[in-house]
């Protein structure tokens, strides 16, 4: 497993009072956040055990994931459905990218 997995699963965490906060202004959005965070954790696990281009496109798709969660955060407070966003949070999609963007030769 990667060492990045453990950095997923706190952003998983991290993100559960800002889904609520969303939640109450815009129910899609907090769901879209809800599926993003979770294939992050489940992508890097999959393709962890996977070989070649497999695991190429599960840390591909996990990367997305991330991506997709900062565009999320970003979207939310456009919106003004939060105030900010953490971004020691922001710092770990960010870190989660760059290990993944890595992890597949700097493709897909």
Known sequence: MLRIYGVAV???AGLNGVIVEI???DRELADQLKRARSSITLNISEGSSARGRKRELH???AKGSAHECVAILETAV?????TRVDEKLVAKL????GTLYRCIGGHR
């Not at 960010?94 to 990218?97: A, C, T």
């Open 59 to 61: 840390y591909s798709y």
């Open 94 to 97: 960010r870190q989660i990218i």
């Open 78 to 82: 456009a919106a003004e459905y939060i």
């Open 10 to 12: 706190e952003v998983v």
């Open 23 to 25: 939640k109450a202004h």
